[in-house]
């Protein structure tokens, strides 16, 4: 347990890192635009690549989901590059099985509550430090 633990946070590091850096390329279009093209890209990247390993593992076995290979670079470092790759594989899996009602429920529920969240945790916060 421990060693996979050390694997899964080895994997995290280099993905944080890489995130940031890969955020930094692109954030200096987000000064010139207002757009956050920094996160997209990072989100949209990270979505490309868990679609290459997903499909590598079924294909090859490759990535499997108790493999070394899959705690380092899908968990550790995918998990730590951008959640929205995970996300984004889900619902593909949803939608490969045909599951279109839970498929669009996943979508909005994430998308929705997910900003109702971020918005109630802000103005939580702002409401009590005054």
């Given at each position: 347990m421990l060693k996979n633990l050390l694997i899964i946070g080895t994997g995290g590091f280099i993905g944080a890192v890489s995130r940031y850096i890969a955020f930094l390329a692109f954030d200096r279009f987000y000064h010139k635009t207002g757009f956050p093209i920094g996160t997209l890209a990072v989100n949209l990247i990270g979505s490309l690549i868990i679609g290459i390993t997903?499909?590598?593992s079924v294909k090859f076995n490759i990535f499997s989901r108790h493999a070394v290979s899959h705690m380092l670079f899908?968990?550790?470092f995918l998990g730590s590059f951008t959640t929205f790759s995970t996300f984004s594989q889900d619902?593909?899996?949803l939608l490969l099985d045909k599951n279109y009602g839970l498929f669009a429920l996943n979508i909005?529920?994430?998308v929705i509550a997910g900003i109702l969240l971020a918005a109630a945790g802000y103005f939580a916060v702002t409401a009590a430090v005054q």
């Open positions: 997903f499909g590598l899908v968990t550790g619902n593909l899996i909005c529920t994430s």
